[in-house]
């Protein structure tokens, strides 16, 4: 008889790990605007079916507490429960014996004052708060409702042409978005509920890659209108673009003598090279939108004149200046912001690093691009240096590991303490106090505070400072514009400027640093929010049916993504680094598509509609 | 045109067909509860699934696009099953009372219920109730919903109206009035689509019928009924008579054996609005400058009630006349009540109406002249008239045909067609050129007004006078032609609205055919009955002629303007 076992997993508790595999995915998929309460009475009861038993509050407790939501709910409390809920979880969290117990009771207790407004919807009126919006998961999560089932199936129907139409009708850039958009829309895409997210990007790469150039739909009749659109990035070429098609005469002022903004001078060309940003950039200027190159507004031209001059301005300046660190001699020579090097790289005019050794501080995808640029740039060392951990970084985990395949080497969880200089006041090292995983923030993520632990010096000839861009606000704050403390300027989510009347702004000038798709949302809000505030409802037709879901059944399958060029040979040159897909995968991948327009909720409320 | 096969039959059929349809069109039935063409697509109740070959799931026909060589089965023993089950999970949530129910005999689910031979459900019960105001002419049921969404649809796409809409998510997802509110504040224009449209009985009128019953038993009571134009196409649908043998005559005899003491004839009334309504058009015309047009006709309460909630600023460009329904009580308890020479207290006025919101429409305080208490007491519907029928054990089959009570039992073929949409138009047109010229056009002389539920314009020259006419039917294209009308884009002098699609013949109290539309059918029957009328103008109605020439003076009188003319800005809603 032997005294000790080695334990092998028994089939049950395989069979249980498999479900929450399936429920970790499904949760991933989960549907926008489902009822809070609901969700988190689902929540508790899984919470419930963990509890060992051993202690009455987790036993008890939890049942109870799910009855009284499920009161609620269904129409059988009263105010007296919402109250007896929060008392039930609170001691529920004081004197259960594990966090199984104790962590549930916490959550309750957090979304009930979260949901108070819900809680009471259900329990005085019967219903809820919330609806099923966004009844396709891939739409409602792309913040520009680019028609993603549509162009999906166009591109499994060999359609090329007809798909890349399609996503022009809600975002003018389906090429730059193609190789760099962060595709939110993948997130919570329900074929996670099957298997894995539909590789979205990859497939629009494949559409622009295959299509046939297609001229831009007809214009509406002249409205006779004139609109200013200041800064020619996404956000501003967007409304542009939309703005003209409707009919309005629409002026682009440049400050630089090249359009796209951040596009260009802040993504390096191995991600999206030049030539393919100006496929949408022509596209976009086929249109009559006419273009002022290196005019900066407040100094050539004043806010003023600008509003006298046309019937509408919209200010999508982005955000173009670069973050302090606020340490010692951050204004050294070979201290640059990351702003500026991408900067001189996007004008052919970039630094020279060979056999430098350069520090680049931050771990966002700006970050990223610094660090791989500067591989690229001959810097015999690269280092990223972050003040949380890797996984914590905001950079795309895919820019991450590209950038460490290329030899840069993450020094996580170090905060940059000062930089020491030589006699010629030029950097010759970076301080960096180390740092450890402290309580959770408002984030989601430990909190870095200083560890116990001597400084890190680190050699090096520069530092690339890529921590976070600022707005250049200040001269359209005396010119009256709204502006936040945080230097960005106050427009609705409607793009509205209310304090202004013909004014509207959106982009990154708006909310800070975002995503090219969130600029190009905000120009396409701001073009129906224009024409509107012009007396016009303009619907513009770009003339693309969508064919019928293919009929088969939708098993499991892999999800195919693309490949790159080996690291040791592309890290040499700017030259693009993605593969897109091949034919047989375009196809397969295109046919994953559960088509949510059509099955489920999308046939129903939202579906295909005009914007 | 792709080759499909279905249940073994090859069939060629048109590439944008469903599956649904094709299997229907070659004679295959396949169930279907939350389906409606064109309107209500969305698969929902996935009772309609077949198999298609080289497909391991089911899949829906109604909003499944036939393909080339597509095989395709519909009553396979795992679709019976399927079908089985989907149909006993919905009457675990259905109130299965159908002893109690209007729709019992006409519900879908009941009838897919016992095609499939369920004769016990696996599930428990599980029903929910929600609190409705029994007074409001229109009642929704929650614990008789199946969720199908048909009311969201119609409501939102055909009426623009959208008082319907989901609510709650998950498994408690269900329909209720949109935007948080409750049924008398959400702007219902209370046209009975959602009843009509509706497999079950979770949304139904208010049933009138016992009150009805009440005064035809009460000896101190002389019962008044009156019969819209529309009623007489459909009153006998539910009843078993060939079209031959459902005449207004037989109607007219079934009402008399329901006990009512006097049978009348609503297009009388009819005939009366084209006076009044007609003159006041001709007036206004004569001094264009002092007036907003277009004139809108306010005989449909439904749209009456839509244009007090959705454009209060054009309420004022509603004609002043009232509703036939109206001016026919505000007649029969002054008029007639002096013509028997009785006190019109006693006079109990009903009107039989192919619409809900006629039963909001008599209960408006404001419209009430004769002084008697409310000028018509109740309004019920064609579906409440064949249940009472049915309910007094009245044979119809062996009713003999019989006249309408006179004198306000006569109409002529101008009358009648107001039940179709296009008709009110038409007859005030017939009259307005004769009120100008002095004389008759021919009477078919302003059939270009005749259509669907859709709107449409024509122009008419009345003596040297070009009149900008415009009809529409059903509230969503209401709104697109008020909308044109502000906007400038359209200009008419005279518009008609009804708020049923095609017109009251497609009313919202009209009997219910699952899946069919019945108001095309309806309104040639009227407009049969208008070419068949001797009296085709409603200036020559000699009944009405009577009437001013005796009682009212002439159209636009004080005494006319005192009796048959309302301000519908001080209706309540």
């Known amino acids: ?611 | 045109m792709v080759n499909v096969t279905i249940d073994g039959k090859q069939l060629r059929v048109d590439a944008s067909k469903t599956i649904l349809q094709a299997a229907r069109e070659a004679g295959i039935a396949i169930p279907t509860l939350c389906y409606l063409e064109g309107i209500n697509e969305i698969g929902a109740c996935r009772l309609c699934i077949v198999e298609v070959e080289g497909m391991n799931r089911l899949v829906p026909s109604c909003n499944t696009k036939v393909e080339e060589g597509m095989v395709i089965r519909t009553n396979t023993e795992k679709i019976r099953a399927a079908r089985k089950i989907n149909t006993e999970l919905l009457l675990s949530q259905h109130q299965c009372q159908c002893t109690t129910c209007t729709r019992s005999g006409n519900c879908v689910l009941q009838k897919i219920a016992n095609d499939l031979g369920i004769l016990e459900i696996s599930y428990a019960k599980k029903i929910k109730h929600v609190e409705w105001n029994q007074e409001f002419p229109l009642i929704r049921d929650e614990s008789r919903c199946v969720k199908c969404m048909r009311c969201i649809q119609i409501c939102n796409k055909v009426q623009g109206v959208s008082v319907w809409d989901i609510v709650n998510t998950g498994g408690r997802t269900t329909v209720a009035v949109s935007g948080n509110r409750k049924i008398e504040a959400a702007d219902c224009a209370l046209c009975g689509q959602c009843i009509t449209h509706c497999p079950v009985g979770a949304l139904r009128a208010r049933d009138d019928s016992d009150k009805v019953f009440d005064a035809l038993s009460n000896p101190e009571k002389i019962t008044v009924v009156q019969v819209a134009p529309a009623v007489r196409a459909a009153w006998a649908e539910s009843l078993g008579l060939t079209d031959e043998q459902a005449t207004e005559k037989r109607m007219a005899a079934a009402l008399r054996r329901l006990g009512f003491d006097y049978v009348f004839d609503t297009n009388f009334t009819a005939d009366l609005t084209i006076m009044e309504e007609g003159s006041e058009l001709i007036e206004m015309l004569k001094d264009k400058e002092h007036h907003r047009f277009p004139l809108f006709t306010s005989c449909c309460p439904g749209w009456v009630r839509f244009m007090k909630t959705q454009y209060p600023d054009m309420v004022g460009q509603l004609s002043t006349a009232k509703s036939p329904q109206q001016m026919f009580g505000a007649v029969a308890k002054s008029y007639y009540a002096d013509i028997l020479g009785v006190d019109a207290e006693k006079i109990y006025c009903v009107s039989i109406m192919p619409c809900v919101a006629k039963k909001y429409e008599c209960a408006v305080e404001e419209v009430n002249d004769a002084g008697a208490g409310a000028d018509v007491d109740v309004s019920l519907t064609t579906r409440e008239l064949a249940r009472m029928i049915v309910a007094a054990g009245i044979d119809v089959q062996q009713l003999p045909e019989e006249e309408f009570d006179q004198p306000l039992g006569t109409g002529t073929g101008a009358a009648v067609i107001f039940g179709a949409t296009g008709g009110v138009m038409e007859a005030a047109l017939r009259s307005a050129y004769y009120l100008v010229t002095g004389e008759n056009p021919p009477a078919e002389a302003f059939t270009s007004v005749r259509g669907g539920a859709d709107w449409r314009e024509a122009d008419f020259d009345v003596n040297g006078i070009t009149v900008k006419t415009a009809v529409a039917s059903g509230l969503g294209n209401a709104r697109k032609l008020i909308e044109a009308v502000r906007s400038g884009k359209a200009q008419y002098d005279f518009v008609e609205i009804m708020a049923c699609p095609g017109g009251c013949a497609g009313g919202g109290g009209q009997p219910i055919h699952e899946g069919c539309e019945y108001y095309a059918s309806r309104g040639q029957k009227l407009y049969a009955l208008d070419a068949n009328n001797p009296l085709r103008f409603s200036h020559e109605n000699p009944a009405v002629l009577e009437l001013y020439k005796s009682y009212l003076g002439a159209p636009l009188s004080e005494k006319a303007h005192h009796l048959l003319h309302t301000d519908q800005k001080t209706w309540k809603l």
């Open chain 1, 1 to 611: 008889m032997s005294i000790l076992k080695l334990e092998t997993p028994q089939k049950s508790q395989q069979a249980v790990d498999a479900l929450y595999q399936v429920l970790e995915n499904r949760l991933a998929s989960n549907p926008a605007g489902m009822c809070p309460v609901d969700t988190c009475l689902a929540f508790l009861r899984l919470c419930h079916s963990q509890s060992c038993g051993k202690c009455v509050p987790c036993r008890v407790g939890l049942g109870q507490l799910a009855q009284l939501m499920d009161d609620v709910l269904e129409g059988n409390a009263s105010m007296e429960t919402l109250p007896l809920i929060e008392k039930t979880a609170e001691s529920i969290y004081l004197t259960a014996d594990c966090a199984i117990g104790y962590e549930a009771a916490r959550i309750v207790l957090k979304s009930v004052k979260e949901f108070r407004d819900d809680f009471i919807a259900h329990i005085k009126e019967g219903r809820c708060l919330g609806n099923m919006r966004g009844p396709i998961p891939c739409v409602s999560f792309c913040p520009a409702k680019v028609d993603i089932p549509g162009y999906v199936a166009l591109v499994a129907e060999g359609r090329y042409t007809d798909a890349v139409q399609l996503i022009r009708k809600d975002n003018p850039f389906p090429t730059a978005c193609a190789f760099v958009c962060e595709h939110p829309c993948e997130n919570n895409c329900r074929r996670n509920m099957v298997d894995d997210a539909i590789n979205i990007r990859a497939l629009k790469r494949y559409a622009v890659d295959h299509a046939e150039p297609k001229a831009a739909p007809e214009a509406a009749p002249s409205t006779g209108k004139q609109i200013a659109v200041i800064g020619g990035g996404p956000s501003g070429m967007t409304a542009a673009y939309y703005l003209q098609l409707m009919g309005h005469q629409v002026t682009v002022y440049e400050r630089l003598n090249q359009l796209g903004g951040m596009i260009r001078y802040g993504i390096p060309s191995y991600r999206l090279p030049r030539e393919r940003l100006d496929d949408d950039l022509n596209h976009i200027l086929s249109t009559g939108v006419q273009v002022k190159y290196g005019v900066n507004v407040g100094t050539d031209i004043t806010m003023d004149e600008l509003r006298q001059q046309y019937d509408a301005v919209y200010l999508s300046i982005g955000a173009h200046t670069d973050k302090k660190l606020r340490i010692e001699n951050e204004n050294a020579d070979g201290v640059m912001s990351a702003v500026e090097m991408l900067r001189r790289i996007g004008e052919n005019n970039p630094p020279d690093f060979k056999g430098k050794k350069v520090v680049v501080v931050g771990g966002g995808n700006v970050a990223m691009d610094v660090a791989r640029s500067s591989v690229r740039l001959g810097a015999e060392k690269v280092y990223i240096a972050y003040r949380r951990r890797k996984k914590d970084m905001t950079a795309l985990p895919d820019e991450v590991e590209g950038a460490i395949a290329e030899g840069c080497e993450v020094l996580e969880m170090y905060a940059p303490d000062s930089v020491k200089v030589n006699e010629n006041n030029h950097c010759v090292a970076m301080n960096l106090r180390p740092q450890m995983a402290g309580a959770i923030d408002r984030s989601g993520r430990p909190s870095p505070v200083d560890a116990p632990a001597p400084l890190l010096e680190l050699e090096c000839d520069i530092v690339v400072v890529a921590i976070g861009q600022n707005i250049q606000y200040q001269v359209f704050a005396d010119a009256g514009i709204p502006c936040s403390k945080w230097g960005t300027i106050e427009a609705g989510d409607d793009t509205v400027i209310q304090e202004v009347d013909g004014v509207f702004s959106g982009g990154d000038c708006v909310t800070g640093p975002a995503t090219v798709i969130r600029s190009i949302a905000a120009g396409k809000v701001a073009a129906v929010n224009i024409d509107a505030y012009l007396g016009f409802q303009h619907e513009l037709d770009f003339g693309v049916t969508v064919p019928e879901p293919e009929l088969i059944d939708r098993t499991p399958c892999g999800r195919c993504n693309t490949k790159e060029r080996e690291a040791c040979e592309r890290k040499l040159d700017f030259e693009m680094i993605e593969f897109g897909l091949s034919d047989a995968e375009a196809k397969q991948e295109a046919l994953r598509c559960l088509r949510c327009d059509k099955y489920g909720p999308g046939s129903f409320k939202g579906g295909r509609g005009q914007w």
